[in-house]
């Protein structure tokens, strides 16, 4: 994977958030955020949700849901696995091993969900569809991988690949891939601009994103 000349451009539900203290073309202040590489903070009106993301191994993803545990066991957050392979994260542990042990580790914690970031596109569909199946049914799936572009370090400029192409023509077709494979949130990681979260949001509805316990609730109070 390239090194990122700029911040993730994430997003949740269709909203666009940019890390403190860096610029990029794809970055968008549609949130509020507070950031470090790995921890973004998002505050609105009525919460803060906290983020850990692009973690890359399954002992600091435990430490983390530890840490929010017996630390700050009422603020709502989640885990974000960077992963190198649809069953691996970065450092080659098992991605349903990651999912249950951080489960376990956050009991008593206000655990969200988990997801993956900073990834290939290609990988989404199988990846997603294996995060869903190792997480329990109330979890949100978080959803938003790099452009799939490959990074030039002689040149440093960026190389079109033929997974950044589908995401410049057909971004809004494979994020209803991702919300078919599981998925309940969706946004974009590195090189993955504004334009392209619009076109995400344009092409699920909010009732695809709702995670399934949120979901069959909503269709009982009908």
């Known amino acids: 994977m390239g090194v990122d000349e700029g911040p993730p451009a994430a997003a949740t539900a269709g909203?666009?958030?940019?890390?403190?203290?860096?610029?990029?073309?794809?970055?968008?202040n549609a949130t509020t955020t507070i950031a470090t590489t790995t921890t973004t903070t998002t505050t609105s009106t009525n919460?803060?949700?906290?983020?850990?993301?692009?973690i890359p191994a399954t002992a600091e993803a435990v430490l983390l849901?530890?840490?929010?545990?017996?630390?700050?066991?009422?603020?709502?957050?989640?885990i974000s696995?960077?992963?190198?392979?649809?069953?691996?994260?970065?450092?080659?542990?098992?991605?349903?091993t990651a999912c249950t042990?951080?489960?376990?580790?956050?009991?008593?914690?206000?655990l969200i969900g988990v997801g993956a970031n900073c990834f290939s596109p290609a990988l989404a569909p199988?990846?997603?569809?294996?995060?869903?199946?190792?997480?329990?049914a109330e979890y949100e799936v978080f959803?938003?991988?790099?452009?799939?572009?490959?990074?030039?370090?002689?040149?440093?400029?960026?190389?079109?690949?033929?997974?950044?192409?589908a995401v410049d023509t057909n971004v809004g077709v494979l994020a209803q891939q991702w919300v078919s494979?599981?998925?309940?949130?969706?946004?974009?990681?590195?090189?993955?601009?504004?334009?392209?979260?619009?076109?995400?949001?344009?092409?699920?509805?909010?009732?695809?994103?709702l995670a399934p316990a949120a979901a069959a609730a909503a269709a009982a109070a009908v």
Request: glycine share 8%.
């Open 126 to 136: 199988v990846l997603l569809g294996n995060m869903r199946a190792a997480l329990p």
């Open 101 to 110: 042990s951080i489960v376990q580790a956050a009991a008593g914690a206000n």
């Open 143 to 165: 959803c938003y991988p790099n452009k799939g572009e490959e990074w030039n370090a002689v040149h440093r400029e960026w190389h079109s690949t033929d997974d950044s192409v």
């Open 47 to 54: 919460n803060t949700i906290v983020c850990f993301e692009t």
């Open 181 to 209: 494979a599981g998925a309940t949130v969706l946004g974009g990681c590195c090189r993955v601009c504004p334009a392209e979260i619009a076109a995400m949001k344009a092409a699920v509805s909010v009732g695809e994103l």
């Open 15 to 28: 909203e666009t958030t940019e890390d403190a203290g860096t610029t990029s073309k794809c970055s968008s």
């Open 65 to 78: 849901a530890s840490f929010m545990a017996a630390e700050h066991p009422g603020v709502p957050f989640w």
């Open 81 to 96: 696995l960077q992963c190198s392979a649809v069953d691996a994260l970065a450092d080659k542990s098992a991605l349903a």
